[in-house]
């Protein structure tokens, strides 16, 4: 498909995108590909006061009526899917594959939504006074902001807009300035599914914002807003979540990874290698679980490094459109700086880089191939998570060093073991200091009804299923005196 033809069947008009000030790059070639109104600062108050007000009423339409909004929603992107897809390879580069895959994520997480409509369960509670009955209840918070990156343009969007509508949430959407294309059709498809579900929808209960870091300041900060959820980098983490703890709101964040796969003597090497290159470089390593260090046993170090490398050197880099491509772009050519810049640092540790040279595809587009890079320790370099295919490689003799080097980095997303002995395995997931701790299987690709998150530098967050509905929610405690008196302290007395 053309991008004209994506835009038209995505519904995307002119008025869109076209005339705006926000510029939208391909990562495929660089080349622009739209100019993308901005939402005027001066509005973002209006904005809020809409979502507050279509809160007012969407509370009050009983759950199960609500999630009929979410199956609208899911039915509406199966349709969507070829041509959502397509957007986010063109908007953020993603392969082929990807790309669908990441509008199947929504659809799944609609399907979860639309039966979480009808289980959002409180507890009875035993009470020590006769005659008295105690419940938890769970309620509405109140407009949602939705802060998302540029990697996973439109999952992550319905991650948290399929469970904050089941629960009663109205939503605010402020995508990445990288990939606002593909959240205007998100909300095209929207808003076919709210026009099929009629008048319980108010005004304004979903809304989106395009702008850049001002724009989300401004809900940030909004006391009306109790509740942000944020997806991107450790370092906007640190920047959100202090300034919605400030005003006692409530954040979801989910931030870096910087994920460790420790692979053990006993561990399936086949299976090691197709999950390593798999969670390495898909996405061009700019997945939030993206695999970026691995902690190999000395005894099998040489063979798994061996053919890591040979695999490595024949994975396909280009345009993600291609059959058979298997690494695209990086976002943009401040990613690919960021990367070699990395790698530089990682020669003046002491790693030995396998790989990481930049790719001239004669297209334009910051083409890199992935990079094994060995390295005699844990150094400042690995520490630090950079947003692209890098894999630090690491020895380890002491099954319990090589715990102790999972954990000893400031992110705490995703983390794995490969091995067949089942001490180990167990001693592995009780130590895990991530929100996500695999045996067996690489650290991405996490699937909607188990939650994730955990990001454990600023506190983290949940989402995409299990139980991450609870964050969307407030709960309260009800005590019902059902006797014929009130009970009294001991010793009490009131003349009345």
């Excluded at 046993?297 to 053919?307: F, G, I, K, M, T």
């Excluded at 701790?437 to 650290?443: Q, W």
């Amino acid at each position: 498909m053309t991008p004209q033809q994506i835009f038209a069947a995505l519904g995307l008009d002119d008025k869109q995108i076209s005339g705006g000030t926000l510029a939208v790059f391909s990562p495929i070639d660089g080349a622009e590909i739209a100019r993308v109104p901005e939402t005027p600062l001066a509005e973002m108050a209006a904005v809020r006061a809409r979502a507050n007000a279509a809160f007012a009423e969407w509370r009050k339409v009983p759950a199960p009526r609500r999630g009929e909004l979410v199956r609208l929603l899911g039915e509406e992107l199966r349709a969507a899917k070829e041509a959502l897809g397509a957007l986010v390879t063109l908007e953020a580069g993603k392969i082929t594959s990807e790309g669908l895959g990441e509008v199947q994520e929504m659809i799944d997480i609609c399907d979860f939504a639309v039966g979480l409509s009808r289980q959002l369960y409180g507890l009875t509670i035993a009470s020590e006074r006769p005659g008295h009955v105690m419940r938890e209840t769970w309620h509405p918070m109140g407009p949602c902001a939705i802060i998302t990156a540029f990697n996973f343009p439109v999952a992550v969007w319905s991650w948290n807009a399929a469970l904050a509508l089941v629960c009663g949430d109205p939503v605010i959407w402020k995508p990445s300035e990288k990939t606002p294309l593909t959240a205007l059709a998100c909300m095209n498809i929207l808003a076919r599914a709210l026009k099929r579900f009629g008048e319980d929808a108010p005004e304004g209960l979903a809304q989106l914002v395009i702008g850049g870091a001002a724009h989300g300041e401004a809900l940030v900060t909004a006391t009306d807003i109790p509740l942000v959820s944020a997806t991107g980098s450790t370092r906007m983490g640190r920047i959100v979540g202090p300034k919605v703890a400030e005003r006692f709101g409530r954040s979801i964040l989910e931030l870096g990874g910087n994920n460790a796969m420790i692979v053990a003597p006993s561990a399936d090497l086949d299976m090691a290698v197709r999950a390593i290159v798999f969670s390495a470089v898909g996405t061009a390593g700019q997945r939030c679980t993206s695999l970026r260090r691995l902690i190999v046993h000395e005894s099998v170090a040489d063979d798994l490094v061996a053919r890591l490398t040979k695999a490595y050197a024949s994975l396909p880099v280009g345009d993600p459109r291609e059959a058979g491509t298997l690494v695209g772009p990086l976002i943009d050519a401040g990613a690919k700086a960021r990367m070699l810049e990395a790698l530089d640092a990682a020669r003046a540790q002491g790693g030995t880089v396998h790989g990481g040279a930049a790719v001239d595809t004669g297209k334009g587009g910051a083409y890199v191939a992935p990079a094994l890079v060995e390295m005699p320790g844990q150094s400042d370099v690995v520490r630090e998570e950079t947003f692209a295919p890098i894999l630090y490689v690491m020895r380890y003799s002491d099954f319990d060093a090589a715990l102790a080097m999972q954990n000893d980095v400031p992110q705490g997303l995703s983390s794995c073991i490969f091995t067949l002995n089942l001490r180990e395995a167990e001693a592995f997931l009780q130590a895990s200091d991530c929100g996500i701790a695999n045996v067996n299987i690489g650290p991405s690709g996490a699937e909607i009804g188990g939650a994730f998150g955990g990001e454990k530098e600023t506190g983290g967050g949940r989402e995409s299923g299990s139980d991450a509905w609870k964050g969307y929610m407030r709960r309260a405690t009800n005590t019902v005196n059902y006797s014929a008196a009130l009970p009294l302290a001991q010793g009490v007395r009131f003349d009345v």
